[in-house]
């Protein structure tokens, strides 16, 4: 055996003691300030938020953004400054969403140091935690069972580790390391601790970026985010021929220059939908700075849209369902006496460096001195769930579940401890091994005792799974112990069909994982790998899977799950894979995340709603002004009142209000509803009223304030409609607006060039608008019923499609 020295370090406010090798030593301070100064020192993270420099420029240089420039340099050309207003209210609105964007992402920015990881290093003899961008080259470094490897080094000392590489190759195979073996940064130990050094810091490790890469892979997948750019796409492509072509046709009509910019102009300003991606980007940083503020740190912000969509949770039961605190209860004796019992346990904590919360309940217990020396040690690892020591002169010990260590569970065994497992206790088994140790069992160990260990359930449990039952979310325990204590554990806490449980241990490969996890609540015995494959199983049926995890065992589940949440006090591998960090490790915290990215997206769906009813109507009034003749009935400076009080200044206030309804439907289906109805009234309108004005022999000023009169109008019953339910604030907001609308054809008619409301011309607004009014209902219901049927298409093409793969 290699000389020791013992040390000890704080980690996370717990004091842990090593074991070092006499013959490391680390860097001394001289050497880390040389190598800092060479710039030897490995990179910090790339932030996945926006930098400020960023932000700002996203949302001030864009294509929309220098679209409506040029539109307001062109109005500016032929004389006509105050149809400029429009681009007023563009910067405005611009500073107002940098200025909450910049807020929230400060917000986070503060509470992320909370999440921020950090390593254990060996310098000048003492261990000591820094930040994993503090590393230097040539440091040596102390890993241990649940780390992620932050830089490629090679190991110089170490005890039983295990590496899974598969963030590197894919596969998840657990790898035994030996001394001057290779480590490669995005590898985690899955058992074991040991020392190494680092060969290569920042660019130059191996796999610098997979991290990042597992933290937002979720990030291209967003429903929301590809309709956003699929329309950005086409509006960019079709806006510039569609303005060329109006402009031709409006000068071809009207003879006059300035009436054929203006017009122009007044199509293209309300096809373009800059604020709603504005604020689409404020929405989401606002609700990643509300879950910062509550304790929850979102790594990654199209992250929030997944949390709103999910309905199915995967969970373990520690620190979950129970608070993760353990306690040795008592022991069943068989071949043993209690004074041998109590030496053999005591000298396997002393020697074993396992650190979960089974082991410090177990070390708490047994806590004799014994002079014991180990000549092996196979630690604890989650594929294999027993660990062991071969002790010089005093034999082997195992201990650990009995489903794994027993080629078969004796019968009169499972009958002693049924009445144990029923009341929820943890049962582990101690047993004796005739030769040395090594990871599988040539011969049939031999029963020393049985351990009966107790979880401690949440306070507030039943109340946290009692709302997600209300929210029509499903509760999937995933868990490593026996299924029937987490059953019964389960079903205390309140999770529903709790008491269908399986024991993963007896199920196969060849197995059909959907059934299996459409058919049961309680997974017990899980290996890693199977974790991974019953949250795929649930993904094939169409589920969008929320996974919550702390350990390495974790790490595959996460990455595979729609959205991976991590306990801030796991492993810091199960960090690096989750896209949603719990800074508390409150299991309750998931209620905020669940509405915080329901109101986010509800309130999206909205304001959506609101801005692409005018970029429909634009679009298709441009084209149908392309082929009659007559001038456009908008000019720039009328439709602002529209754009800012149906559309502009409620969606800044409706972006941000609470909502935590359910999300229903895909996001292209929900903004149908509302945006084609709306957007067909108002066609309806303006090409009635253009009729009208021809066979009457109306002016242009008069069609063309009825026009503005009633998009207006529809605009505000589109407000209306998104703004269910209905509160207080929210009826004032329309009560004010409509009322600010209306003066601006009583009162400010000259500035914004309307004819009088109360003509004989325009008397005829009234029945238009009643009309208006039952037109949109009409065609509101009409969409319900066609989206309906696209909704019941879509289901039955997946349902092929399921049937094609089972």
Known sequence: MKKTKQAAFNQGGAIKLVNIPQELHGLSELEVSDRTAKGQVNQTEDDLLKSDGQIIKENTINVFNLLNLVLALFVLLVGSPKNTLFFGVVIINTLI????????????????????????VLREGKLQRIDQEAIVLDDVLFLKNGDQVPVDGQILAGEGIEVDESLLTGEADRILKYSEDRLYSGSFITAGQGFYRATAVGDDNFAQRLSSEAKSKNGNSSQLTKVLNRMITVLTVIIVPVGLMMLYTQYQTSASIRQAVLGTVAALVSMIP???????SVAFAVGAANLARKKVLVQALPSIETLARVDIICLDKTGTITDGTLRFEESLLEQVTQERFDVIMAALMKNLTDDNATAQALRKAFQAKNEWQ???IIPFSSARKWSGVTFEGEGSYVFG???FIFSTVPAEFQKKVQPYMEQGYRVLVLAAYPELLSETFEKEP????????????????????????????????ISGDHPLTVSKIAQSAGIQLAEHYVDMSEVDDWTNYRVLAKTNTVFGRVSPYQKQRLIQALQDEDHTVCMTGDGVNDVLALRQADIGVAMANGSSAAR?????ILLESDFQRMRDVLNEGRRVINNIERVASMYLVKTIYSLILAVIFMFIASPY??????????????????????ALKPSYERIKGDFLNNILRVSVPGAVTVVSAVLLIQLAGHLFQLPFSATSTMSVFLTGCVGLLVLYLVSFPL????????????????????VFRKFFDFAILYNRYLFSVIPLALGVYWLFKGMTVLMNKLVGLRVHWQEQRRKKRRSRVI
């Open 97 to 120: 969403g940098v200025f909450q964007e910049l807020r929230a992402k400060h917000t986070i920015d503060k509470l992320s140091v909370l999440a921020k990881d950090q390593v254990t």
């Open 374 to 376: 180990a000549e092996k």
């Open 727 to 746: 509160d207080k604030k929210k009826i004032a907001l329309i009560a004010v607006l409509a009322t600010i609308y209306l003066s601006c054809f009583l």
């Open 633 to 654: 009935p908008f000019a720039p400076i009328q439709l602002t009142p529209i754009n800012a009080l149906t559309v502009g200044i409620p969606s800044f206030f409706l």
């Open 576 to 580: 690096a894979a989750a896209d949603v």
């Open 446 to 477: 031999d029963l020393l005792a049985t351990l009966i260990i107790s979880d401690n359930l949440r306070e507030n449990a039943r109340e946290t799974f009692g709302y997600f039952a209300q929210q029509d979310v499903q509760m999937k325990v």
């Open 401 to 403: 579940a009995p489903e």
């Open 274 to 280: 800059e604020g709603l991606m504005l604020l689409t």
